[in-house]
C-alpha cells in the first residue's frame, strides 16, 4: 500500500515534469533576460511564466509587462530590446547562422513601448530585419529604435 | 405648471450635467503608433530606419530624435523631430531597461599554432574580470576564419579553435554553465576580402560578453 502511494508521488512528480516542458529548452536559445523590473512575463507554447534575470529566450517567445513592468533582452547576435510597462512584444523570428546562411530577426511589437539597438544581423544583412506592429513595418539599417504602440 | 418647469430644469441640468461630463471625462487617445530614430547609445552615429504602413506609403528615418505618426490604415504622417523632453516621456521608461552594450574581445593564434599570442593572451584574465563585474552575464565563443581554403572546412577550422579558447576559460575560472561556442567560418569577416583571401584579422576567435 505504501508502495502504491509511493509510486502515485513519483508518478505525479513525472506529470509536473512534463507539464512545465513548454517551457523548457527547445533548441538553442536566441538570447538571455538582463533586466526585469516589476510585472513582467515569458509566453511560450501558451503558457505565461514570470520572467527573471537569465532567463533564457527562444524564437516564438512572447515578452510581456505589466503596469509597473520593464524588461530588457540581450540576443546572441548582440540585439538588445526592451520593453516598458504595459507592453507586449513577440520574437518571431531569431536566426543567427551566417555559415549556414541562416539569418533573420523579425520583431512584433504588439502594443506599449519598446527600445531596440540592432546587432550583428543587421550589419551581416539588413533586409532580413524587421519590426512589425500594428499599423507598419519598421526595416532597421541600424542601430536605435524607439516604439510607441497606443492601443487599449 | 410647476411640473412642467421641474422637468424642464432637469432636462437643463441633465444637458449640463452630459456637457460637465464630457469635459472632465479624459478624451480616449486615438489609437496610433510613433516610430522615432535616436543615435546609437555607444557609438553616437545615427543608423536609418524605413517606416512603410501596411496599407501604403512609406517615410524614411535618418536624423537622431526624427519620428512618424503612424494610424491603421493610413499612410505614415511625414517625418518630425521630437525634443529630448518628448523622446524621455515617450520612451524613458523602455530606454531605461535598455541591457548595457555587449563587449567584444579577439583573440589570434600564433601563425600555425595553437598558441595564442602574447597579446591574446594578456585579454584571458581580462575576460573572467570582465565576466564577473556583469551583473548577468551570457558568453559566447566564435570562431572565425579567413577566406583561404573551402567554406566547410573553415566551419571546422573555426570551431576548433573556438573549443580550444572555450576550454581555456573554462580552465582559468569562468562558469562552463555561461559560455556557448559557435563557428562562424568564413562567413563574417572582421576585414571584408574577397575569397580565397589570406587575412590574419579575420582568422580569430571572438569572445562576446553579454
Given at each position: 500500500?505504501?508502495m502504491?502511494?509511493e509510486?502515485?508521488?513519483?508518478?505525479?512528480l513525472?506529470?509536473?515534469?512534463?507539464?512545465?516542458?513548454?517551457?523548457?529548452?527547445?533548441?538553442?536559445?536566441?538570447?538571455?533576460v538582463?533586466?526585469?523590473?516589476?510585472?513582467?512575463?515569458?509566453?511560450?507554447?501558451?503558457?505565461?511564466?514570470?520572467?527573471h534575470?537569465?532567463?533564457?529566450?527562444?524564437?516564438?517567445?512572447?515578452?510581456?509587462?505589466?503596469a509597473?513592468?520593464?524588461?530588457?533582452?540581450?540576443?546572441?547576435?548582440d540585439t538588445?530590446?526592451?520593453?516598458?510597462?504595459?507592453?507586449?512584444?513577440?520574437l518571431s523570428?531569431?536566426?543567427?547562422?551566417?555559415a549556414?546562411?541562416?539569418?533573420?530577426?523579425?520583431?512584433?511589437?504588439?502594443?506599449?513601448v519598446?527600445?531596440?539597438?540592432?546587432?550583428?544581423?543587421?550589419?551581416?544583412?539588413?533586409n532580413?530585419?524587421?519590426?512589425?506592429?500594428?499599423?507598419?513595418?519598421?526595416?532597421?539599417?541600424?542601430?536605435?529604435?524607439?516604439?510607441?504602440?497606443?492601443?487599449? | 405648471?410647476?411640473?412642467?418647469?421641474?422637468?424642464?430644469?432637469?432636462l437643463?441640468?441633465?444637458?449640463?450635467?452630459?456637457?460637465?461630463?464630457r469635459?472632465v471625462?479624459p478624451?480616449t487617445?486615438?489609437?496610433h503608433?510613433?516610430?522615432?530614430?535616436?543615435?546609437?547609445p555607444?557609438?553616437?552615429?545615427?543608423?536609418?530606419?524605413v517606416?512603410?504602413?501596411?496599407?501604403?506609403?512609406?517615410v524614411e528615418?535618418?536624423?537622431?530624435?526624427?519620428?512618424t505618426?503612424?494610424v491603421?490604415?493610413?499612410?505614415?504622417?511625414?517625418?518630425?523631430?521630437?525634443?529630448?523632453?518628448?523622446?524621455?516621456?515617450?520612451f524613458?521608461?523602455?530606454?531605461?531597461?535598455?541591457?548595457?552594450?555587449?563587449?567584444?574581445?579577439h583573440?589570434?593564434?600564433?601563425?600555425?599554432?595553437?598558441?595564442?599570442?602574447?597579446?591574446?593572451?594578456?585579454?584571458?584574465?581580462?575576460i573572467?574580470?570582465?565576466?564577473?563585474?556583469?551583473?548577468?552575464?551570457?558568453?559566447?565563443?566564435?570562431?572565425?576564419?579567413?577566406?583561404?581554403?573551402?567554406?566547410?572546412?573553415?566551419?571546422?577550422?573555426a570551431?576548433s579553435?573556438?573549443?580550444?579558447?572555450?576550454?581555456r576559460?573554462?580552465?582559468a575560472?569562468?562558469?562552463?554553465?555561461?559560455?556557448?561556442?559557435?563557428?562562424?567560418g568564413?562567413?563574417?569577416?572582421?576585414?571584408?576580402?574577397?575569397?580565397?583571401?589570406?587575412?590574419?584579422?579575420?582568422?580569430?576567435?571572438?569572445?562576446?560578453?553579454?
Amino acid at each position: 500500500m505504501q508502495m502504491a502511494a509511493e509510486i502515485v508521488v513519483v508518478a505525479g512528480l513525472l506529470l509536473s515534469g512534463l507539464l512545465s516542458a513548454p517551457l523548457e529548452s527547445q533548441g538553442q536559445p536566441a538570447g538571455y533576460v538582463k533586466i526585469v523590473t516589476g510585472a513582467a512575463s515569458i509566453a511560450r507554447g501558451g503558457v505565461e511564466r514570470p520572467a527573471h534575470p537569465g532567463d533564457a529566450i527562444y524564437q516564438s517567445d512572447g515578452l510581456r509587462t505589466g503596469a509597473y513592468g520593464r524588461l530588457g533582452v540581450t540576443l546572441k547576435d548582440d540585439t538588445r530590446i526592451s520593453l516598458g510597462p504595459n507592453s507586449q512584444i513577440d520574437l518571431s523570428e531569431f536566426k543567427f547562422s551566417p555559415a549556414e546562411g541562416q539569418l533573420g530577426l523579425v520583431m512584433k511589437v504588439l502594443r506599449g513601448v519598446a527600445a531596440f539597438v540592432s546587432g550583428r544581423i543587421v550589419a551581416l544583412r539588413p533586409n532580413a530585419v524587421r519590426i512589425e506592429t500594428p499599423a507598419t513595418i519598421v526595416g532597421v539599417r541600424g542601430t536605435h529604435v524607439v516604439i510607441q504602440a497606443e492601443y487599449p | 405648471m410647476m411640473r412642467r418647469a421641474g422637468a424642464a430644469l432637469a432636462l437643463v441640468f441633465a444637458a449640463a450635467c452630459q456637457c460637465h461630463v464630457r469635459i472632465v471625462q479624459p478624451a480616449t487617445p486615438t489609437p496610433h503608433e510613433i516610430v522615432a530614430l535616436l543615435k546609437d547609445p555607444e557609438t553616437d552615429t545615427v543608423g536609418r530606419a524605413v517606416v512603410s504602413s501596411t496599407s501604403g506609403g512609406s517615410v524614411e528615418l535618418t536624423h537622431t530624435r526624427e519620428a512618424t505618426r503612424i494610424v491603421v490604415g493610413q499612410p505614415p504622417r511625414a517625418p518630425f523631430r521630437l525634443s529630448q523632453d518628448q523622446i524621455d516621456q515617450l520612451f524613458g521608461e523602455a530606454l531605461a531597461a535598455l541591457p548595457p552594450a555587449p563587449r567584444h574581445f579577439h583573440l589570434y593564434f600564433d601563425a600555425g599554432s595553437n598558441q595564442l599570442t602574447p597579446a591574446s593572451e594578456k585579454l584571458i584574465p581580462e575576460i573572467l574580470v570582465f565576466v564577473r563585474n556583469r551583473s548577468v552575464p551570457d558568453v559566447t565563443v566564435v570562431g572565425h576564419t579567413d577566406t583561404t581554403g573551402a567554406a566547410r572546412d573553415n566551419i571546422e577550422l573555426a570551431r576548433s579553435w573556438a573549443t580550444t579558447i572555450r576550454d581555456r576559460l573554462v580552465a582559468a575560472g569562468l562558469d562552463s554553465s555561461l559560455v556557448s561556442v559557435a563557428s562562424h567560418g568564413e562567413a563574417d569577416l572582421l576585414v571584408p576580402t574577397p575569397d580565397d583571401t589570406p587575412n590574419s584579422r579575420n582568422r580569430r576567435v571572438d569572445v562576446s560578453v553579454r
